[in-house]
């Protein structure tokens, strides 16, 4: 078997991050050196208990977890309890973590791990606001010609957003981050809304989750189950969306999406549309392509993937 991927998940866990968690670390073909937690979902106190939790629920207390930052680069932070629950983990009971946090900062983490490894080593998969990679790319330029690639959930285009109508929740959390990120020339390969609302939950999908009978399968039931009443009652659909798993998936099976090479930049000033990702799919400017923009997924492929991963843990 060929060497694992190196990656370093940056993640603001929320039940979606809970199951792509889940996802990289039953995934031997991934290497994960660390996860560094931001403050998105909710705060950044919970964030990092949650990362933590998943770890051990997945029998993975070795993995290091570092705490990020606290709020955006600019703005105030906005958070999504209303979606995730006061914790961000609601439905399940999951027990407070006994795993240590690590004394590094997380931006510090992402900086030494870049700069210890071989250009083009490591992939940055970020679930949740940019904030971290951001804070890493300004304080060390050097690090971006060293990212293999980003893989991102963030952003929307012929979706639209689901913070506002215009804007998708991580990039509108700090869209000066993901400003920073998209012109920082870092390979990226972005998993939209456009994608992730194909990716649905349906009651029969949860129930394949907890037919594993297993204690992963049965919390992450109760995770989508919890996640998926927002959404179902926002859009009137059969199940919510599954953004961030879309991430990991992309990296074990890529022939899953697809999509096209084109610009994406970001709205950071105007009040009704900040955050937006303004995506040229039709290529109408002469912006530089910055981004390989998904916009479908094999979805029935996608949920086989999740079952049959989460059964490993």
Same mark, same amino acid.
């Given at each position: 078997?060929? %060497?694992?991927?190196?990656?370093?998940?940056?993640?603001?866990?929320? %039940?979606?991050?809970?199951?792509?968690?889940? $996802?990289?670390?039953?995934?031997?073909?991934?290497?994960? #050196? @660390?996860?560094?937690? +931001?403050? @998105?979902?909710?705060?950044? *106190? $919970?964030? +990092?208990?949650?990362?933590?939790?998943?770890?051990? #629920?997945?029998?993975? /207390?070795?993995?290091?977890?570092?705490?990020?930052?606290?709020?955006?680069?600019?703005?105030?932070?906005?958070?999504?309890?209303?979606?995730?629950?006061?914790?961000?983990?609601?439905?399940?009971?999951?027990?407070?973590?006994?795993?240590?946090? %690590?004394?590094?900062?997380?931006?510090?983490?992402?900086?030494?791990?870049?700069?210890?490894?071989?250009?083009?080593?490591?992939?940055?998969?970020?679930?949740?606001?940019?904030?971290?990679?951001?804070?890493?790319? &300004?304080?060390? /330029?050097?690090?971006?010609?060293? &990212?293999?690639?980003?893989?991102?959930?963030?952003?929307?285009?012929?979706?639209?957003?689901?913070?506002?109508?215009?804007?998708?929740?991580?990039?509108?959390?700090?869209?000066?981050?993901?400003? &920073?990120?998209?012109?920082? @020339?870092?390979?990226?390969?972005?998993?939209?809304?456009?994608?992730?609302?194909?990716? #649905?939950?349906? *009651?029969?999908?949860?129930?394949?989750?907890?037919?594993?009978?297993?204690?992963?399968?049965?919390?992450?039931?109760?995770?989508?189950?919890?996640?998926?009443?927002?959404?179902?009652?926002?859009?009137?659909?059969?199940?919510?969306?599954?953004?961030?798993?879309? &991430?990991?998936?992309? #990296?074990?099976?890529?022939?899953?999406?697809?999509?096209?090479?084109?610009?994406?930049?970001?709205?950071?000033?105007?009040?009704?549309?900040?955050?937006?990702? +303004?995506?040229?799919?039709?290529?109408?400017?002469?912006?530089?392509?910055?981004?390989?923009?998904?916009?479908?997924?094999?979805?029935?492929?996608?949920?086989?993937?999740?079952?049959?991963?989460?059964?490993?843990?």
């Amino acid at each position: 078997m060929a %060497q694992p991927r190196k990656i370093i998940i940056d993640t603001d866990p929320g %039940q979606d991050d809970a199951v792509a968690i889940l $996802l990289a670390l039953a995934s031997p073909e991934l290497e994960v #050196l @660390g996860i560094t937690a +931001v403050a @998105g979902n909710v705060p950044l *106190a $919970l964030t +990092v208990k949650n990362a933590r939790k998943v770890c051990e #629920l997945a029998v993975r /207390p070795h993995v290091a977890v570092y705490a990020g930052a606290t709020r955006p680069m600019v703005n105030e932070l906005v958070t999504a309890e209303h979606v995730h629950g006061r914790t961000g983990l609601g439905g399940p009971d999951l027990p407070d973590p006994t795993m240590p946090l %690590q004394h590094a900062h997380a931006v510090d983490f992402v900086i030494d791990a870049l700069m210890a490894h071989d250009p083009g080593e490591i992939t940055l998969c970020t679930l949740g606001p940019l904030t971290n990679v951001a804070l890493a790319l &300004v304080r060390e /330029p050097r690090i971006a010609p060293r &990212v293999k690639e980003i893989v991102m959930m963030g952003g929307g285009f012929f979706e639209g957003g689901n913070i506002t109508p215009a804007a998708e929740f991580n990039i509108y959390v700090d869209p000066h981050a993901a400003d &920073v990120v998209f012109r920082s @020339g870092i390979p990226i390969v972005m998993m939209p809304l456009d994608v992730t609302h194909k990716a #649905l939950t349906t *009651a029969t999908r949860i129930a394949a989750f907890r037919d594993l009978g297993t204690r992963v399968g049965a919390v992450t039931a109760e995770l989508l189950e919890f996640f998926e009443r927002f959404d179902e009652e926002k859009y009137g659909s059969d199940g919510g969306p599954l953004h961030d798993p879309c &991430v990991i998936a992309y #990296l074990l099976r890529p022939e899953l999406f697809r999509g096209r090479r084109c610009n994406v930049s970001v709205e950071t000033a105007s009040p009704l549309t900040r955050g937006m990702t +303004v995506i040229d799919w039709w290529r109408i400017t002469d912006r530089p392509v910055n981004a390989h923009v998904m916009r479908d997924i094999d979805h029935e492929a996608f949920f086989e993937l999740l079952v049959e991963r989460l059964a490993r843990l």
